[in-house]
Nanobody, 118 residues
Framework: QVQLVESGGGLVQPGGSLRLSCAAS????????MGWYRQAPGKQRELVAT???????IYADSVKGRFTISRDNAKNTVYLQMNSLKPEDTAVYFC????????????WGQGTQVTVSS
């Protein structure tokens, strides 16, 4: 069982920046893919960005060039640096971990609220 704890959300003005952190209860070097998803009110949860154990990254088109995902295996933490934030980025952001051993295990954090508003 991998536990994920997000932090770093909050209220920011349009054009501002935030950095989200996701601390894992075990070494992130043992987790195949970690990622961030978000869910806005009345909408489905959507992919924001993922990073593999080999540091391959994938981004949603809506955040390319503005968001950066990274991982620090020494701290068992994944980050999401969000720049040039827009009101449409407002959502609850969830950390996700996918670990493959004998089968695929998927874990979610509790989420952290990001609100972009003037």
């Amino acid at each position: 069982q991998v536990q994920l704890v997000e932090s770093g959300g909050g209220l920011v003005q349009p054009g501002g920046s935030l950095r989200l952190s996701c601390a894992a209860s075990e070494s992130t070097s043992n987790i195949n893919v970690m990622g961030w998803y978000r869910q806005a009110p009345g909408k489905q949860r959507e992919l924001v960005a993922t990073i593999s154990s080999g540091d391959t990254t994938i981004y949603a088109d809506s955040v390319k060039g503005r968001f950066t995902i990274s991982r620090d295996n020494a701290k068992n933490t994944v980050y999401l640096q969000m720049n040039s934030l827009k009101p449409e980025d407002t959502a609850v952001y969830f950390c996700n971990a996918r670990k493959i051993t004998n089968r695929l295990y998927i874990y979610w954090g509790q989420g952290t609220q990001v609100t972009v508003s003037s």
